[in-house]
């Protein structure tokens, strides 16, 4: 692989924070919330009963996990699941056990994982295909998080065939970005675009951006930049289209000013980070949280790399010192000690600390 005149010191920097474990998961599951509650809510009544008044707790449940209110969402899963079961509605209780499960194997509280999966995997028996899909969905979550990457793969592979045969195209695009998330090498490329294939009919342009993005860091992963680029400006395009969120265009303005930077297109790279600078700015001024903070820190890293490769080393040392006390404020030292430890090793190239 070539790398563009000028920008070896960006591609030292840059290929410290290619797609790890974290990322991926991130990714993978984002909008998960989402794709949950669009197959149950289908077929179900919202009229003045109590079914209905059941549903529309999953849906505040589900709009708390795809906030990763993950407490929350928790709370609501464990008391919806009591009153599912009460009224005799054993198939929302499942759904709502299952997803306490996933919940339990994404903070890593393995036995209560298991627990909650005994009850999904109890009351979905001789249920629809959107209860048994739903918890097919939290089994091949769980698999992945105790390392069994190879039985979550079969798991997510079946869930993609039942779901596209049951036409819940919905779970099918995440199952298949699932796929991509525990498979490696050209079967995690394979994947992501059958994810962003089944995506295309829904007519979703918010989804299809995100997928679009994914897509992206796995390319940037294996290096291929130029690649990476394209679909982070076509994620861009799709996200702008589907009026998605200040912070999901913060991120892709980042993602796209940093591939771009990684290809030596550096005065686009710039606009692109200035505009995420900006909109973090915004953000964190508006909500001064650990999450705005690190967005902060993230785009005035890059602009520090920027500086750097175009010879402005004073400015690039004041960005990246000023990155890493917001990446500090954003708790990075103990949630992400890796990502603190390479802006660390950039300092002490760039001869500061």
Same mark, same amino acid.
């Given at each position: 692989m070539s790398v563009p005149r000028g920008t070896s010191a960006a591609v030292r920097g840059g290929r410290g924070a290619a797609l790890g474990k974290g990322r991926r998961l991130a990714a993978a599951l984002l909008g998960l919330g989402l794709a949950l509650g669009c197959v149950s809510s289908e077929a179900q009544p919202e %009229?003045?009963?109590p079914r209905g008044s059941l549903d529309r707790q999953?849906?505040?449940?589900?709009?708390?996990?795809?906030?990763?209110?993950?407490? =929350?969402? #928790?709370?609501m899963y464990s008391a919806l699941y009591l009153a599912?079961? *009460? %009224?005799?509605?054993?198939?929302?209780a499942a759904e709502a056990a299952a997803r306490a499960s996933t919940i339990n194997a994404l903070q890593d509280a393995v036995e209560e994982s298991d627990?909650?999966?005994?009850?999904?995997e109890r009351y979905a028996e001789d249920k629809g295909i959107g209860t048994r899909s739903r918890v097919m &969905?939290?089994?091949? /979550?769980?698999?992945? !998080?105790? $390392?069994? *990457? $190879?039985?979550? #793969?079969?798991?997510f592979e079946a869930l993609v065939e039942v779901c596209e045969d049951a036409g819940l195209e919905v779970r099918a695009m995440q199952s298949a *970005?699932?796929?991509? &998330?525990?498979?490696?090498?050209?079967? =995690?490329?394979?994947?992501?675009? !059958?994810? /962003?294939?089944?995506?295309?009919? &829904?007519?979703? @342009?918010? +989804?299809?951006g995100s997928l679009w993005s994914n897509h992206g860091w796995l390319l940037e992963a294996r290096g291929d930049f130029k690649d990476a680029s394209r679909c982070f400006e076509r994620a861009r395009a799709l996200l702008t289209e589907g009026?998605?969120?200040p912070m999901d265009l913060l991120?892709?303005?980042?993602?796209?000013?940093?591939?771009?930077?990684?290809? %030596?297109?550096?005065?686009? *790279?710039?606009?692109?980070?200035? =505009?995420?600078? &900006?909109?973090?700015?915004?953000?964190?001024?508006?909500? @001064?949280?650990?999450? =705005?903070?690190? +967005?902060?820190?993230?785009? +005035?890293?890059?602009? %520090?790399?920027l500086e750097w490769i175009e010879g402005r080393e004073e400015e690039a040392r004041a960005l990246l010192q000023s990155a890493r006390r917001k990446l500090l404020e954003a708790g990075v030292a103990d949630a992400a000690p890796d990502l603190l430890g390479r802006l660390d090793q950039r300092l002490t190239e760039l001869g500061s600390r």
């Open positions: %009229g003045a009963t999953l849906t505040r449940a589900d709009d708390a996990f795809d906030g990763r209110a993950y407490q =929350q969402a #928790l709370d599912a079961l *009460s %009224g005799g509605y054993e198939d929302l627990r909650w999966m005994s009850f999904a &969905l939290a089994r091949g /979550i769980r698999q992945w !998080k105790l $390392g069994e *990457s $190879g039985a979550a #793969l079969v798991t *970005s699932l796929c991509a &998330l525990v498979t490696e090498g050209d079967a =995690q490329l394979t994947w992501s675009l !059958k994810a /962003i294939d089944i995506c295309q009919g &829904l007519e979703q @342009p918010r +989804w299809e009026a998605a969120s991120q892709v303005d980042w993602a796209l000013g940093r591939s771009l930077r990684l290809t %030596g297109r550096l005065a686009e *790279s710039r606009a692109f980070l200035e =505009q995420a600078d &900006l909109g973090a700015r915004d953000l964190y001024a508006a909500n @001064p949280s650990a999450r =705005q903070a690190e +967005w902060l820190g993230r785009a +005035w890293w890059e602009l %520090g790399e």
